[in-house]
């Protein structure tokens, strides 16, 4: 069964931090990459940043780098995104994904989704 639950977004001003944390169960935390998209209203939701569940590969999109950091706690199942120095354009829905499609360095889709948390940056 596979299971993400993400938490962590909230309203913050610019140049704020916040830190998401996406819960896995246990058959979703084999080794595969992890990671998380971001929806802005009236955009297609894209690939933010990727790690590998059994290792310490990461994969970001160029708009973040610097920013936002992904890491893991394989004891608690739990992939994070650290975000530094938010800005106004990281507003989105962030969505926490599993098994994702990675193409040519960019993280293009996945095969499992969580419900998504809020981020507001304003």
């Known amino acids: 069964h596979v299971q993400l639950v993400e938490s962590g977004g909230d309203l913050v001003q610019p140049g704020g931090s916040l830190r998401l944390s996406c819960v896995a169960s246990r058959s979703t935390y084999s080794p595969n990459y992890m990671g998380w998209f971001r929806q802005a209203p009236g955009k297609e939701r894209k690939g933010v940043a990727a790690i590998y569940t059994d290792g310490s590969n990461t994969y970001y999109d160029d708009s973040v780098k610097g920013r936002l950091t992904i890491s893991q706690d394989k004891a608690k199942n739990t992939v994070y995104l650290q975000m530094n120095s938010l800005k106004p354009e990281d507003t989105a829905m962030y969505y926490c994904?599993?098994?994702?499609?990675?193409?040519?360095?960019?993280?293009?889709?996945?095969?499992?989704w969580g419900q998504g948390t809020q981020v507001t940056v304003s």
């Open positions: 994904a599993a098994f994702l499609v990675i193409q040519g360095g960019r993280i293009v889709d996945a095969h499992y």
